[in-house]
């Protein structure tokens, strides 16, 4: 008994510092059964507006599954719902990365509030002279909707400044 409590404690911290567990050491023998006590959890915290316990219900079924992409679409969402932007964006990369067609994702991924959410960090670390990290969002805005524009104009700035004009150029030409 006294090894769970440790093993939760210790899951626990690592989903609250990290937000989203990419790697988690799941047994052989886990199933989708396994998840379903927090997958109803996740149900009824996010249909009654409780979308912390709804990302704490999630976070539990991706840790026991990690490779099941419908729960970390439904921890997207919750993430997504609770304002918490950045995590969104982060479990949504990680499914896009290993399934860029991945329908409810890329959906997720159109989100005007994440879009808006990568903008706004990509315009703050450029009104800091911060050219290096204005990328970090641009790219993500970029990869999340290739044909949204904005990002691409942030991006010429920053070749621009960089004294890469004919990037610039190409950047605005998209």
């Given at each position: ?23 988690a ?7 989708p ?9 996740w ?6 507006g ?82 290096g ?13 290739p044909t ?27």
């Amino acid at each position: 008994m006294e090894e769970d409590v440790e093993e939760t404690y210790e899951r626990m911290s690592v989903i609250d510092i990290v937000g989203v567990p990419e790697v988690a050491p799941t047994t052989p023998t886990a199933t989708p059964e396994d998840v379903q006590p927090y997958l109803s959890q996740w149900l009824l915290a996010f249909s009654t507006g409780d979308y912390e316990g709804a990302i704490i219900a999630a976070s539990e079924a991706v840790w026991i599954l990690p490779e099941d992409n419908s729960i970390r679409c439904k921890l997207a969402t919750a993430f997504l719902m609770a304002g918490k932007y950045s995590q969104a964006a982060e479990a949504l990369e990680y499914i896009l990365g290993k399934n860029p067609d991945h329908a409810e994702a890329r959906s997720l991924a159109d989100s005007r509030e994440i879009l808006a959410y990568l903008i706004r960090e990509a315009r703050v670390a450029l009104k800091n002279k911060d050219y290096g990290s204005a990328l970090i969002p641009i790219k993500r805005a970029i990869n999340f909707v290739p044909t949204f524009a904005e990002p691409y104009v942030l991006r010429a700035i920053v070749h621009y400044q960089h004294g890469r004009r004919s990037d610039c150029i190409g950047d605005l030409k998209k």
